[in-house]
């Protein structure tokens, strides 16, 4: 992700921004594989709070990640109208639901400001830039923070 | 991955193919069969595998290839006689060179003392002087020696190049007279393209190839070498005319031009030369070697280009190719001469690629024979596919075969009556999913032959480093299992083959006094049964001692010293960790890590083992396993609302306990007595962290399973749902691995399920839970 976006510092870069918690949020759109409906997830065991489980897409077996969550609000209550955003980072398929996807957009590296450094260290470990459009604050995820780390090694 | 290592990767499978082959065909000449073919066959095998280690550069391979190679030409030749000696030497150099193209991928180095000993027993197989075969190729050494020359460095000039042809042309002559006088010739001309040199190719070697097939006579071709200031030293000008008689076999002559074709332009001409055109024949020769010498005065080319039409006149028949070849030469020849010298002449400057109009190559050239593809009767034609695709497939269709299943959940849900004309559409669109997966899951499935095969090579190594002697009897290697269960295989049956004859098959002396044969027998076999494939490692030794295994088990602190245990009980000790039979450790098996590794694979790939022995005759190993690793058996429960699956292979019963079976061991740990043994209750759902442990088990439903180590555990689930066939998916590739769960998989709903660890939970179970190691040994000395 951090490649992609240093890389291409002076090309427009689409994101997809979406709604957790009535705030808005975005990430490369290139790192989206497709968007699809809630589905019940099965539970795993000794898994973190925000991983909701996995659900079957086509085969994969594709954890959920409830972003909510992990960025540190209150477990998300899943009903139909939740969205999951698949994405994948380094090979790794999973999915992130969120509230709902709002939008599109072109931002070029002029348009990304650093994350304002004070809040917590959690969500200045998941919000890489933030980027104002429309008197709204538009927060760019870091995907390959989202999922557990060192999940191999834990077992 | 670049494109050379793609390339050597090849070119290993290739190895492997061809090392499977070789050894076949050698079993089977051991075996005492005579047919000529198999050693044909066998010398081909080696032959592509030199070939292809000489492309790469891989000298060791190449070398070991070629004394193997010389030897299976003297016996192709008849000139040595096959004994069963003999064949133990074959397979020994089979073994060794399997090792050396080990080493090139990265494996163990050779053992020297090994390697030295079988290149040596090899030279001396083969027989020396006082043969009038020899002695006819002791005659053409000089060419071979000659050829040499530029084989040795790659960066041999042009005029080193020139001056070896011109001495191997020199050393012709004075064999002139012999040559060409055979029945049976095949004439090759070896014309290689600027692409040839431009990839790294070395004429020489290719001659010499040529050359060891038998009586042959080499001319070498310089009439196009234009002067030195115009020599262009990146093109091709040489060419070779090979005469061979004394029986060659085309197909060997294709064979050495097998990696090459496509960069040279050769003719290859057989059949037996008429009686009256032999004569022809020697003044062709005559007159190309003038030729050759003498560069290229026009008038002799003529000449040379007269006779050459002659001869291919007489010679030739049928082939649409040769004839129109043949025309052009005429054409070329009634034309005068002057063409002749303009091409010659422009030749080196323009592209000197040799066109079959130009007349030089046309003079030369012998008439141009199709490029024969004659391939042998061999193996079935087969596709190499990258398994990642097979895996896609195999991950379609089970996606296909689940949602068959939702739509036919679906259709039975709407309606009530299922006798309409849909439903029987869905039954036919099952049976077709069905034999698709079937299909499908056929394509991973490979034929154990592979396997047995290197089992027959530890057998030899083993038999040699522990001085007895054992012969490998197999039996069932067409039985297909799926691949990934073959590799896997491999480790734990080496290691049982060694255990067997280490500690199984007695001395010989031991056997001579026991009444048997000196020679052991070992026996592998695989066989398909009730979906499951069976393998069973048989040896005729002196079967479990079970005096010593009590007392080695007891000494271990494996069983109480006054344990009661039936004879297959103590059989079944030699699979507990940590024991071991051997006297001494010795170097082939009996580190410590003996049959309880074997086990613990064998349970991972989803098989069981058992043991039988009888004393004095022998033990026998039983695997039984699944014939695929992408299935399994499970048996679909629910826990907490989840639903989970537990691989049928470990289940040894399910029970629904009367509360009064339910026993507290203290604490929060009870157990349930199940035929007077009392096994610890592992509460599933807690155990997964889904829901506190619960207070009573009353009403649960328990599955008594067995884990790795043989203790016995009786899971308590909410409810047994169904008991199917599902497909594996793993988990670890999008989130990791999980303590307590094995992989996932999908049920019918399109939901996604676990497949539960059972040694994982068990593991977790013991280590917090029911107490005392001994307890464990005692508890699991009884369950074995």
């Known amino acids: 992700m951090s490649d992609n976006s240093t890389e291409k510092a002076h090309q427009p870069m689409e994101v997809i921004s979406f709604r957790v918690h009535d705030d808005e949020y975005c990430v490369n759109i290139m790192s989206v594989r497709e968007i699809r409906g809630w589905s019940p997830a099965t539970r795993l065991p000794h898994a973190p709070n925000y991983v909701r489980g996995v659900i079957n897409l086509r085969g994969a077996v594709l954890p959920i990640i409830d972003l909510a969550n992990r960025l540190g609000f209150e477990l998300t209550e899943p009903n139909e109208r939740h969205v999951i955003i698949v994405a994948q980072i380094e090979g790794q398929l999973f999915g992130l639901m969120v509230d709902a996807v709002s939008d599109i957009m072109s931002v070029t590296a002029d348009d990304l400001q650093a994350t304002p450094n004070i809040g917590s260290e959690a969500s200045r470990t998941f919000v890489k830039n933030v980027i104002a459009r429309e008197d709204q604050m538009i927060r760019f995820i870091d995907l390959s923070q989202v999922m557990p780390q060192g999940l191999a090694q834990a077992a | 991955m670049d494109p050379l290592a793609e390339l050597r990767e090849t070119f290993f499978l290739e190895c492997d193919e061809l090392l499977e082959q070789l050894e076949s065909d050698l079993m089977e000449l051991e075996a005492g069969s005579e047919d000529l073919e198999l050693i044909n066959s066998a010398f081909r095998a080696v032959h592509s595998i030199k070939g292809g280690a000489g492309a790469f550069g891989m000298t060791a391979i190449?070398?070991?290839?070629?004394?193997?190679?010389?030897?299976?030409?003297?016996?192709?030749?008849?000139?040595?006689?096959?004994?069963?000696?003999?064949?133990?030497?074959?397979?020994?150099?089979?073994?060794?060179?399997?090792?050396?193209?080990?080493?090139?991928?990265?494996?163990?180095?050779?053992?020297?003392?090994?390697?030295?000993?079988?290149?040596?027993?090899?030279?001396?197989?083969?027989?020396?002087?006082?043969?009038?075969?020899?002695?006819?190729?002791?005659?053409?050494?000089?060419?071979?020696?000659?050829?040499?020359?530029?084989?040795?460095?790659?960066?041999?000039?042009?005029?080193?190049?020139?001056?070896?042809?011109?001495?191997?042309?020199?050393?012709?002559?004075?064999?002139?007279?012999?040559?060409?006088?055979?029945?049976?010739?095949?004439?090759?001309?070896?014309?290689?393209?600027?692409?040839?040199?431009?990839?790294?190719?070395?004429?020489?070697?290719?001659?010499?190839?040529?050359?060891?097939?038998?009586?042959?006579?080499?001319?070498?071709?310089?009439?196009?070498?234009?002067?030195?200031?115009?020599?262009?030293?990146?093109?091709?000008?040489?060419?070779?005319?090979?005469?061979?008689?004394?029986?060659?076999?085309?197909?060997?002559?294709?064979?050495?031009?097998?990696?090459?074709?496509?960069?040279?332009?050769?003719?290859?001409?057989?059949?037996?030369?008429?009686?009256?055109?032999?004569?022809?024949?020697?003044?062709?020769?005559?007159?190309?070697?003038?030729?050759?010498?003498?560069?290229?005065?026009?008038?002799?080319?003529?000449?040379?280009?007269?006779?050459?039409?002659?001869?291919?006149?007489?010679?030739?028949?049928?082939?649409?190719?040769?004839?129109?070849?043949?025309?052009?030469?005429?054409?070329?020849?009634?034309?005068?001469?002057?063409?002749?010298?303009?091409?010659?002449?422009?030749?080196?400057?323009?592209?000197?690629?040799?066109?079959?109009?130009?007349?030089?190559?046309?003079?030369?050239?012998?008439?141009?024979?199709?490029?024969?593809?004659?391939?042998?009767?061999?193996?079935?034609?087969?596709?190499?596919?990258?398994?990642?695709?097979?895996?896609?497939?195999?991950?379609?269709?089970?996606?296909?075969?689940?949602?068959?299943?939702?739509?036919?959940?679906?259709?039975?849900?709407?309606?009530?009556?299922?006798?309409?004309?849909?439903?029987?559409?869905?039954?036919?669109?099952?049976?077709?999913?069905?034999?698709?997966?079937?299909?499908?899951?056929?394509?991973?499935?490979?034929?154990?032959?592979?396997?047995?095969?290197?089992?027959?090579?530890?057998?030899?190594?083993?038999?040699?480093?522990?001085?007895?002697?054992?012969?490998?009897?197999?039996?069932?290697?067409?039985?297909?299992?799926?691949?990934?269960?073959?590799?896997?295989?491999?480790?734990?049956?080496?290691?049982?083959?060694?255990?067997?004859?280490?500690?199984?098959?007695?001395?010989?002396?031991?056997?001579?006094?026991?009444?048997?044969?000196?020679?052991?027998?070992?026996?592998?076999?695989?066989?398909?049964?009730?979906?499951?494939?069976?393998?069973?490692?048989?040896?005729?030794?002196?079967?479990?001692?079970?005096?010593?295994?009590?007392?080695?088990?007891?000494?271990?602190?494996?069983?109480?010293?006054?344990?009661i245990l039936s004879e297959s009980e103590t059989d079944a000790l030699l699979f507990a960790p940590g024991f071991s039979t051997a006297e001494t450790v010795s170097q082939v098996s009996g580190r410590g890590v003996g049959m309880d590794v074997v086990k613990r694979e064998i349970n991972s790939l989803g098989g069981r083992i058992t043991i039988s022995s009888v004393p004095g005759e022998g033990s026998t190993f039983t695997i039984s396993l699944p014939l695929t690793l992408a299935v399994l058996d499970g048996m679909v429960i629910r826990v907490a609302d989840q639903t989970a699956v537990l691989p049928l292979s470990v289940i040894a019963e399910s029970l629904r306990p009367e509360p009064s079976d339910i026993q507290n061991l203290g604490g929060e740990d009870q157990v349930v007595f199940v035929r007077g043994n009392f096994v610890p209750i592992l509460d599933v759902g807690a155990a997964l962290g889904y829901r506190e442990p619960l207070e009573t088990f009353e009403g649960s439903v328990m599955l008594l399973v067995e884990s790795d180590t043989g203790s016995e555990y009786a899971f308590a689930v909410d409810e047994i749902v169904d008991q199917r066939q599902v497909v594996i998916k793993g988990l670890q590739a999008n989130y990791g691995r999980i303590k307590g769960v094995a992989a996932a998989t999908i049920l019918g709903d399109g939901q996604i399920a676990l497949i539960l660890d059972v040694n994982d939970l068990a593991q977790d179970h013991s280590a917090v839970g029911v107490g005392a190691p001994v307890a464990e040994n005692l508890q699991e000395a009884v369950n074995v």
């Open chain 2, 62 to 563: 190449t070398e070991t290839a070629h004394v193997f190679e010389t030897l299976m030409d003297h016996l192709r030749s008849e000139t040595l006689d096959l004994s069963p000696d003999l064949c133990v030497l074959l397979l020994r150099g089979k073994d060794l060179l399997t090792s050396t193209i080990d080493v090139e991928r990265g494996g163990d180095p050779v053992d020297e003392a090994e390697a030295a000993a079988v290149l040596e027993a090899f030279e001396q197989a083969c027989p020396d002087d006082g043969e009038d075969e020899v002695d006819a190729s002791e005659i053409f050494q000089p060419v071979g020696l000659d050829l040499e020359l530029p084989e040795e460095g790659e960066d041999v000039s042009d005029e080193d190049f020139l001056a070896a042809f011109a001495g191997g042309d020199d050393a012709d002559d004075s064999s002139d007279a012999e040559a060409g006088a055979g029945e049976d010739t095949i004439t090759v001309t070896f014309k290689p393209l600027d692409v040839f040199y431009g990839r790294g190719n070395d004429p020489g070697p290719f001659l010499k190839e040529l050359c060891s097939l038998g009586e042959s006579e080499v001319t070498c071709d310089t009439s196009r070498l234009p002067s030195f200031d115009d020599l262009d030293p990146t093109s091709a000008y040489f060419f070779w005319t090979v005469v061979l008689s004394d029986g060659a076999d085309r197909m060997d002559v294709d064979d050495i031009f097998d990696f090459v074709g496509e960069d040279c332009d050769n003719t290859i001409v057989e059949g037996a030369a008429p009686a009256s055109t032999s004569d022809d024949d020697i003044g062709l020769e005559a007159d190309e070697d003038d030729l050759s010498l003498d560069d290229a005065s026009s008038d002799e080319a003529e000449e040379a280009i007269l006779s050459d039409a002659d001869f291919d006149a007489l010679q030739i028949d049928d082939d649409e190719d040769v004839t129109a070849a043949d025309d052009e030469t005429l054409d070329v020849v009634a034309e005068a001469a002057e063409p002749t010298e303009v091409e010659i002449e422009l030749e080196p400057e323009d592209q000197p690629e040799p066109e079959k109009v130009s007349a030089p190559a046309a003079a030369a050239a012998q008439p141009a024979a199709p490029k024969a593809k004659a391939k042998s009767s061999g193996p079935k034609p087969v596709v190499r596919v990258e398994l990642s695709r097979v895996d896609r497939l195999i991950n379609l269709v089970s996606e296909l075969v689940i949602s068959q299943s939702m739509l036919s959940q679906a259709v039975e849900d709407q309606q009530d009556n299922s006798t309409s004309s849909l439903s029987s559409g869905l039954d036919e669109f099952r049976q077709l999913t069905r034999e698709l997966q079937e299909s499908v899951m056929a394509i991973r499935a490979e034929p154990v032959k592979s396997l047995f095969m290197r089992m027959s090579q530890i057998v030899r190594s083993t038999a040699a480093s522990t001085g007895k002697k054992v012969k490998l009897v197999t039996e069932g290697d067409s039985t297909e299992v799926d691949k990934t269960v073959i590799e896997r295989l491999a480790e734990p049956l080496t290691h049982m083959i060694r255990n067997a004859i280490d500690h199984g098959v007695e001395s010989p002396e031991r056997r001579l006094e026991a009444g048997k044969d000196e020679t052991g027998i070992v026996h592998l076999s695989a066989e398909h049964h009730s979906g499951r494939v069976v393998l069973t490692v048989k040896d005729d030794g002196g079967g479990v001692n079970r005096e010593k295994v009590r007392e080695i088990a007891i000494s271990k602190g494996i069983i109480a010293e006054d344990a």
